[in-house]
């Protein structure tokens, strides 16, 4: 396994000054997942930005685990509308000209 590409959860916590139970807890409630490897839990860096949106909802907006967990659905379901959205005005194109 590519360690790498992770990053120490205790790591991860100091220096982003949140607690530990705040990630086992997004983990439990299947926001985010961590990997285990020599009994060390690690965060994939793909992740990453992800997990900063979690934490600046959570801590800037005072959003629970369920209104993040809403939020982050309605922007995924956004992106696939924006994405059909494209290709079928790239479809259309083709029959305007």
Do not use: A, P, W
């Amino acid at each position: 396994m590519e360690t790498q590409e992770l990053i120490i959860v205790d790591v991860f916590c100091q220096e982003y000054q949140i607690e530990i139970n705040f990630i086992q807890d997004l983990e439990e409630f299947g926001l985010i997942q961590t990997v285990v490897h020599q009994e060390q839990k690690y965060l994939d860096k793909n992740q990453l930005v992800y997990i900063e949106k979690i934490i600046r909802l959570h801590n800037d907006l005072n959003i629970n685990k369920e209104g993040i967990e809403i939020i982050l659905n309605l922007q995924e379901k956004e992106n696939q509308l924006l994405t059909e959205i494209k290709h079928l005005r790239s479809r259309l194109g083709l029959y305007e000209k």
